[in-house]
């Protein structure tokens, strides 16, 4: 009996060994996760080309003129319904409208019908949004979200980038000399 339970624990100890060792050598032959390419660049539309729509429709049926003559351009906000990182864009749309208001702001959602108003409806979202399947996403570049395009009045993509908040919206609008074409109110 007292050989047997010896034999046990032996067989007990040589299995954990051997299993840690397992681990260690499959630990070591991972290869390193490569470094995250930057999404903004490589998988969207490229800067300084012409935004490939000139209007939308928002959910009203009204226009939405991405060349906006009234405007220094346009704020372009990409999201999806039931994306984490989205909701927390949607309660600050109404705010980065307000103090980029010598921008257009607008958004492109995805979903069905009732899950943008949904979203609208429960952030009480005031911009105009076009709402979209994600088949279509395909051709605004981007799968990455929530993202943004800063476009000039023609159109021309000047910027781009993951944004939920004022600040990240700010970045995106920064000249080269440092300063901001900001109003914040």
């Given at each position: 009996?007292?050989?047997?339970?010896?034999?046990?624990?032996?067989?007990?100890?040589?299995?954990?060994?051997?299993?840690?060792?397992?681990?260690?050598?499959?630990?070591?032959?991972?290869?390193?996760?490569?470094?995250?390419?930057?999404?903004?660049?490589?998988?969207?539309?490229?800067?300084?080309?012409?935004?490939?729509?000139?209007?939308?429709?928002?959910?009203?049926?009204?226009?939405?003129?991405?060349?906006?003559?009234?405007?220094?351009?346009?704020?372009?906000?990409?999201?999806?319904?039931?994306?984490?990182?989205?909701?927390?864009?949607?309660?600050?749309?109404?705010?980065?409208?307000?103090?980029?208001?010598?921008?257009?702001?607008?958004?492109?959602?995805?979903?069905?019908?009732?899950?943008?108003?949904?979203i609208i409806d429960k952030h009480h979202l005031r911009?105009?949004?076009?709402?979209?399947?994600?088949?279509?996403?395909?051709?605004?570049?981007?799968?990455?979200?929530?993202?943004?395009?800063?476009?000039?009045?023609e159109g021309l993509i000047l910027n781009k980038g993951?944004?939920?908040?004022?600040?990240?919206?700010?970045?995106l609008l920064a000249t080269e000399d440092g300063t901001?074409?900001?109003?914040?109110?």
């Amino acid at each position: 009996m007292q050989l047997s339970t010896l034999l046990e624990w032996c067989f007990i100890i040589f299995l954990l060994i051997n299993s840690l060792y397992m681990y260690r050598k499959l630990h070591e032959r991972s290869p390193e996760p490569a470094p995250q390419q930057e999404p903004q660049q490589n998988n969207s539309l490229p800067f300084h080309h012409v935004f490939p729509v000139d209007h939308l429709i928002d959910t009203t049926n009204n226009p939405i003129e991405l060349h906006p003559v009234d405007a220094q351009g346009t704020i372009l906000m990409l999201s999806v319904y039931g994306c984490s990182s989205c909701a927390e864009l949607y309660p600050n749309m109404n705010a980065i409208a307000d103090a980029f208001s010598e921008y257009q702001v607008a958004a492109i959602m995805v979903g069905t019908e009732e899950e943008i108003n949904q979203i609208i409806d429960k952030h009480h979202l005031r911009i105009p949004i076009h709402r979209i399947e994600m088949h279509q996403m395909g051709h605004f570049g981007t799968f990455t979200f929530p993202f943004c395009y800063v476009l000039s009045n023609e159109g021309l993509i000047l910027n781009k980038g993951h944004v939920q908040t004022i600040d990240e919206v700010s970045s995106l609008l920064a000249t080269e000399d440092g300063t901001l074409n900001v109003k914040i109110s």
